[in-house]
């Protein structure tokens, strides 16, 4: 599948995938602090020259993150989510006990199941943690 690492001359497509979700407010500047960082993973998905997707990733040896994962909503349900969590995957060594964490909105049950079904276990919940009072269930994978 077509991931590849994003570049900033990515960045106008992967805002619009933002806002168009309007799940998440991080701004270019946010996003050039995460290329550029030595411990992040930011791919994207490309399909005839348009990025539709993207992901990012701190890996930070045995307990990695996924900050950030996102798939314009024409392109659900078609692997393409798959793929830039797979990405992450491949770096990580599972088998000699990294884990990857995140975090969700409590009511995302379309995000929950998909985390869920690629082996990710809920395993706390933090109490009102966005800025609306929703809680966040926090999610492993080991």
């Not at 995938?17 to 290329?35: H, K, P, S, T, V």
């Not at 990695?64 to 393409?80: D, H, M, P």
């Not at 276990?121 to 080991?142: C, I, M, P, T």
Request: aromatic share 12%.
């Amino acid at each position: 599948m077509p991931v590849r690492e994003m570049t900033e001359a990515d960045l106008p497509q992967v805002l619009a995938i933002q806002q168009q979700l309007g799940f998440q407010e991080w701004n270019e500047r946010e996003f050039i602090a995460e290329i550029r960082a030595s411990y992040a993973l930011c791919v994207v998905f490309e399909q005839t020259n348009s990025i539709v997707g993207y992901a990012i990733f701190h890996l930070m040896g045995p307990d990695s993150e996924l900050l950030s994962i996102a798939t314009c909503e024409s392109e659900q349900g078609k692997g393409i989510g798959s793929a830039l969590l797979n990405a992450g995957f491949e770096r990580l060594d599972f088998a000699n006990g990294d884990q990857v964490f995140l975090e969700v909105r409590e009511g995302n049950e379309k995000a929950r199941k998909f985390y869920e079904h690629h082996g990710f276990a809920a395993y706390a919940e933090r109490k009102k943690y966005y800025s609306d009072g929703e809680n966040a269930v926090l999610y492993k994978k080991a």
